[in-house]
């Protein structure tokens, strides 16, 4: 027989939940609600992602999850970054198997049944520039631009270049498939991060460009 939760979590609108949506969906005791979520792990139609994120089981989710999209549901705000935004913009040749992403938070590492999830920290003000917004089918995730990728990828692994080529060199990028830094998109970044090293990075970036 279904358990009530099962029942409700066939009808909830979204293959992701939070605690707080499990409690309105069981309107009971807390001691109630506590056996009903543990049975729904145990039978595998629920799935905690991490403390208070779950997400429906394997034969009641709508679509096979993405990592990317997941990333931002298991920490937010946060967008993918780093490694995995510069293969997904097939910048470098490696493939990456961990989701790296960039939050406001502290750095965290979350280990789940879906895979591994990294997320490094970075200051509060416009925490959003150069983050575009992607739809892949039915999955939709923030990630950082290419430039913005790299910028973050320099300023939360302390990089100090100053050219094109110890970053291509360091990152493997190919050259050919690597856009050019506006100069105003730059200057938006240098007033974003408000750090002298890459203030420094970019403004060598954006003269290697113009040789």
Not at 56 to 75: A, C, D, T, V, W
Not at 117 to 131: A, Q
Request: proline share 5%.
């Amino acid at each position: 027989m279904s358990s009530l939760l099962e029942k409700q979590l066939q009808s909830f609108a979204s293959d992701y939940l939070t605690y707080a949506d499990l409690c309105a969906l069981l309107p009971i005791s807390d001691n109630a609600r506590y056996a009903q979520i543990k049975r729904a792990l145990k039978e595998g139609y629920l799935i905690r992602l991490r403390k208070g994120i779950y997400r429906r089981g394997k034969y009641l989710e709508k679509n096979k999850p993405h990592p990317f999209e997941m990333s931002q549901h298991i920490l937010w705000p946060s967008y993918v970054s780093l490694e995995s935004a510069l293969s997904y913009h097939e910048l470098i040749p490696e493939a990456v198997y961990n989701t790296t992403c960039v939050t406001l938070s502290r750095s965290q590492l979350i280990q789940n049944e879906f895979g591994l999830f990294s997320y490094k920290p970075l200051p509060k003000k416009h925490f959003f520039v150069g983050v575009v917004r992607e739809v892949d089918n039915k999955d939709i995730f923030l990630i950082a631009s290419p430039w913005k990728a790299i910028t973050d990828y320099v300023y939360c692994y302390k990089k100090d270049w100053t050219t094109l080529t110890p970053m291509m060199e360091s990152l493997r990028i190919d050259s050919n498939l690597l856009p050019e830094l506006n100069s105003e998109f730059a200057k938006k970044l240098i007033t974003y991060y408000d750090s002298k090293r890459i203030q420094r990075f970019l403004t060598g970036i954006v003269k290697s460009f113009s040789l």
